[in-house]
């Protein structure tokens, strides 16, 4: 009769030396790696859907100058047109769509994928605002350089906009995102998106000289409207670089501010 060993018997605990243990996890990736696998995920992903978009709003931008043009009398009337014309392609991809695109996200469960990713939450918002953002740049400078042309201002400071775009789409991305996941749904997103996007075209891109004092007040509260400010000052012979500076901090800030209230608002829907 041959004995059988007790380990190998049907529900006999294996020797402490021979446990399986659990496979540790990986750590969680880094914030600017992980911040540009998202952009460059994003910017391929969004490569071919939103560039007719572009075009739409840049020739729509363009559309409002043309219009325009009968109505202000130059000098810092065309200014305002111009700048506010400018940053409205910015308010048009970086609000208008991300809102859209963080709604939808979420009605479709897309927030899951990304909850599963070992990547802080911080990432995944300012990676898609980024390469929303980015897309803004063709359009807004050829915006701005038609303006010039059809306003006969000058295009000496036109480098300005390498610190405008950032700073107003940071801010215009932040509050889009944050639009698109805190509305219960994904119409509600698209309509606050559609909403934001007219003001600012209405308060951004009219002069601000020509506007009711309680809306020139509603004005001061859009984000967009200080980039606006701080581009259309650059048109002056002698440009008062303090306060576009000063413009273009509080814009900034702005735009810290936004980004973070849209990181709160991705972890608040993830977890849902």
Request: glycine letters at 8%; a neutral charge.
């Amino acid at each position: 009769m041959s004995v059988v060993p007790a380990e190998v018997l049907p529900g006999s605990a294996l020797p402490v030396d021979e446990a399986p243990t659990a496979a540790e996890l990986g750590p969680r990736a880094r914030l600017l790696p992980a911040l540009c696998a998202v952009y460059r995920a994003q910017l391929s992903r969004a490569r071919v859907a939103r560039i007719p978009l572009l075009f739409v709003a840049t020739f729509q931008s363009i559309g409002i100058m043309v219009l325009m043009r009968g109505v202000v009398d130059g000098g810092g009337e065309a200014r305002a047109v111009v700048a506010g014309s400018a940053v409205l392609v910015v308010a048009f991809v970086a609000l208008n769509l991300l809102a859209q695109y963080f709604g939808q996200l979420r009605a479709d469960g897309g927030l899951d994928h990304y909850a599963t990713l070992p990547v802080p939450p911080a990432s995944v918002v300012l990676g898609a605002a980024a390469a929303y953002a980015s897309f803004t740049v063709p359009g807004t400078v050829v915006t701005a350089v038609v303006g010039c042309v059809l306003f006969q201002l000058p295009l000496a400071h036109l480098w300005v906009l390498a610190a405008v775009i950032p700073v107003a789409g940071a801010a215009l991305a932040g509050l889009g995102a944050a639009l698109g996941l805190l509305a219960p749904r994904p119409e509600l997103a698209t309509l606050l998106g559609q909403l934001g996007m007219s003001a600012a075209l209405l308060l951004g891109v009219l002069p601000p000289d020509r506007l009711p004092e309680v809306v020139r007040f509603a004005r001061d509260l859009l984000p967009s409207t200080y980039g606006v400010e701080a581009f259309a000052l650059t048109f002056d012979e002698h440009p008062d670089w303090a306060v576009v500076l000063a413009d273009l901090g509080v814009c900034a800030a702005v735009g810290v501010a936004s980004l973070a209230v849209a990181t709160w608002a991705y972890r608040r829907a993830a977890v849902r």
